[in-house]
């Protein structure tokens, strides 16, 4: 059973930026970050495959950057420009192995059998 604890959440303005981190328990190549506000279905926000291939949801696009350490045991979801609407919990996610080596970068949730608990991003106008 894989293990993901994520950091960085907080509290900030509009304009301002946030870096979130996600540590796995163990390599783990082919990770996503999700996000969800209460009465919302989670969404696939950025994520990253084993050939270091990116996909981001439109309305971050240009504004987040995911990125993972060499070790491929960390994330990050760097966030700039953070917008009100940006206001979530903030999820970390990873693939099976399998999955990581047959399947193509996915921001489905479907996709991904291991979470971390969250951290709430706070972005105020």
């Known amino acids: 059973q894989v293990q993901l604890v994520e950091s960085g959440g907080g509290s900030v303005q509009a304009g301002g930026s946030l870096r979130l981190s996600c540590e796995a328990s163990?390599?783990?190549?082919?990770m996503a970050w999700f996000r969800q506000t209460p009465g919302k279905e989670r969404e696939g926000v950025a994520a990253i495959g084993r050939d270091g291939s990116t996909r981001y949801t439109d309305s971050v696009k240009g504004r987040f950057t995911i990125s993972q350490e060499n070790a491929k045991r960390t994330v990050y979801l760097e966030m700039n420009n953070l917008k009100p609407e940006d206001t979530a919990m903030y999820y970390c996610?990873?693939?099976?192995?399998?999955?990581?080596?047959?399947?193509?970068?996915?921001?489905?949730?479907?996709?991904?059998?291991?979470w971390g608990r969250g951290t709430q991003v706070t972005v105020s106008s």
């Open positions: 996610a990873a693939r099976t192995l399998i999955q990581c080596n047959s399947g193509s970068t996915s921001t489905s949730q479907n996709n991904y059998p291991y």
């Open positions: 163990d390599i783990r190549r082919c």
